[in-house]
T-cell receptor, first 110, second 113 residues
Framework: SQQGEEDPQALSIQEGENATMNCSYK?????LQWYRQNSGRGLVHLIL?????REKHSGRLRVTLDTSKKSSSLLITASRAADTASYFC??????????FGQGTRLTINP | NAGVTQTPKFQVLKTGQSMTLQCAQD?????MSWYRQDPGMGLRLIHY???????DQGEVPNGYNVSRSTTEDFPLRLLSAAPSQTSVYFC????????????FGPGTRLTVL
């Protein structure tokens, strides 16, 4: 079974609004990563947060990690049409395996 | 620097046929992996390798074989294709060790009739 579960499965917002996606996982992790996938393309790395970090920023992205609740959130501020994509969390466990969740499909409406 | 390349981009097979999906990277990454992506299922790990000569199974290894004779190449073999293997296949690579970004290829869309 997959490690990460994203919530919601789909999200539709207006351009300029903030988008929040959540990820829950089951086992201890070394770090958690977020990736973006545009339709029909491969995944692109967005941000990594280590297990001893609680929050990380990169441009319009903010990621939080709560290891006690085994959850993470990705916030995209001031969304743009180009942010329309699927977003995946991935957890790195022992043996360096990177296990992905099912993804959140984000649609930004103009 | 081409990154991670995959061939072919599209492939149609008949049930029972065999084929090899090619993957190559030019970043000297030790860690490489294969995923399949099905609608609503996210990415599932098929096989991975932490270096030349070393491979291991992921979540869904049945029906697939891999080998890693060089650092650059990590081919995925379907021995006897089944309709359940219809999917999009992604190869990825990253530096060995924890906390490293994973780079993905563009994917191979496989249909098994």
């Amino acid at each position: 079974s997959q490690q990460g579960e994203e919530d919601p499965q789909a999200l539709s917002i207006q351009e300029g609004e903030n988008a929040t996606m959540n990820c829950s996982y089951k086992t201890s992790i070394n770090n958690l990563q977020w990736y973006r996938q545009n339709s029909g393309r491969g995944l692109v790395h967005l941000i990594l947060i280590r297990s001893n970090e609680r929050e990380k920023h990169s441009g319009r992205l903010r990621v939080t990690l709560d290891t006690s609740k085994k959850s993470s959130s990705l916030l995209i501020t001031a969304s743009r049409a180009a942010d329309t994509a699927s977003y995946f969390c991935a957890t790195e466990q022992g043996a360096q395996k990177l296990v992905f969740g099912q993804g959140t499909r984000l649609t930004i409406n103009p | 620097n081409a990154g991670v390349t995959q061939t072919p981009k599209f492939q149609v097979l008949k049930t029972g046929q065999s084929m090899t999906l090619q993957c190559a990277q030019d970043m000297n990454h030790e860690y490489m992996s294969w995923y399949r992506q099905d609608p609503g299922m996210g990415l599932r790990l098929i096989h991975y390798s932490v270096g030349a000569g070393i491979t291991d199974q992921g979540e869904v290894p049945n029906g697939y074989n891999v080998s890693r004779s060089t650092t650059e190449d990590f081919p995925l073999r379907l021995l006897s294709a089944a309709p359940s293997q219809t999917s999009v296949y992604f190869c990825a690579s990253r530096e060995r060790g924890g906390g490293n970004e994973q780079f993905f290829g563009p994917g191979t869309r496989l249909t098994v009739l």
